[in-house]
């Protein structure tokens, strides 16, 4: 049976930095390969949202509904992620922590959760470290864990910055083993670099 990855979307959210996730866990990291996940949108509300790029999307889940047996809850960056719908998103990621499950956070989904302690005790990175700051102000304590890079993976959490997709994907496919090292850095390296080298 496929386990869920739950893709938490909020208005305006970059439609971009989740594609490769889904695409590589829903149809497989490679063609032919075992696929062990199937994917879902949650959202604040049952109605639909719009992405920067003006995607409507209708999303499989709310808040208020959304399975409590997952294997990551992933948030997708954008330009809603300081407004008031995004602190319900708080407790989600708490029980998701609490209960073992991975976390992904990409752009502002890092900036969130800086702002609200879930980066003080791991490394981490994000847009910046001037922007982590000004996001969890006085609340974020770990500029020690902060670590220059597209994506980092520590614990069960993994953030990236707004444009490290690629490398955001790999490090949750890894955490997931949604394949072997081998098939995943294969995907990475043709994504990355495509046909011609």
Not at 3 to 10: D, M, T
Request: net charge negative; with cysteine.
């Amino acid at each position: 049976m496929k386990q869920k990855v739950l893709f938490v979307l909020l208005n305006e959210y970059s439609d971009w930095e989740g594609a490769f996730l889904s695409a590589a866990l829903h149809t497989g990291v490679m063609p032919g390969g075992e696929i062990k996940y199937q994917t879902y949108t949650v959202a604040p509300t049952p109605a639909a949202i719009r992405s920067i790029g003006g995607f409507r999307t209708l999303p499989d889940f709310c808040f208020d509904n959304m399975p409590h047996e997952y294997a990551a809850l992933v948030l997708i960056g954008g330009n809603s992620w300081d407004s008031s719908e995004a602190k319900a998103v708080v407790p989600l990621v708490q029980q998701a922590l609490d209960t073992g499950k991975i976390v992904g956070a990409i752009c502002s989904g890092a900036s969130f959760l800086c702002a609200h302690g879930f980066l003080n005790h791991i490394k981490h990175t994000g847009n910046g470290l001037d922007q982590l700051k000004l996001w969890g102000g006085e609340r974020y304590t770990n500029e020690a864990g902060y670590v220059e890079a597209q994506a980092v993976s520590d614990g069960n959490i993994v953030t990236a910055n707004g444009v490290g997709y690629i490398e955001f994907t790999r490090e949750l496919l890894l955490l997931l083993k949604a394949n072997t090292p081998e098939q995943i850095a294969a995907w990475y390296d043709f994504y990355k670099n495509g046909f011609v080298k």
